[in-house]
């Protein structure tokens, strides 16, 4: 599975932005379970941010509930996080990450090249 993220950039305290994940994969049966954003600042360990199952049933972060909102489309494997009111502590490199069972029932992860969010005035 390849994970293509988009959307990072730099945006004031208090604006928005929306980063996407596209998987994409060739030969094989794949199905995609869990997905989710993680993110990592300069010094500190990775955390997660939000993550979807395939039935839709979310969970997010405290630091980022009632500001951030997962969702997908699973029937173009894509990913988003709408990220609003956003923080200065917001600023780090996003990942998105993906939960995907083949056709032998092997669970495998992956993870996309990261996006950078920055926000500052």
């Known amino acids: 599975v390849q994970l293509q993220a988009s959307g990072g950039g730099l945006v004031q305290p208090g604006g928005s932005l929306r980063l996407s994940c596209a998987a994409s994969?060739?030969?094989?049966?794949?199905?995609?379970?869990?997905m989710g954003w993680f993110r990592q600042s300069p010094g500190k360990q990775r955390e997660s941010v939000a993550t979807?199952?395939?039935?839709?049933?979310?969970y997010s972060a405290d630091s980022v509930k009632g500001r951030f909102t997962i969702s997908r489309d699973n029937a173009k494997n894509i990913l988003y996080l709408q990220m609003d009111s956003l923080k200065p502590e917001d600023t780090a490199v996003y990942y998105c990450h993906v939960v995907a069972t083949d056709s032998w029932g092997a669970v495998k992860t992956y993870w996309g090249q990261g996006t950078q969010v920055t926000v500052s005035s």
């Open positions: 994969f060739s030969g094989g049966s794949l199905t995609i379970d869990d």
């Open positions: 979807i199952t395939k039935t839709g049933s979310a």
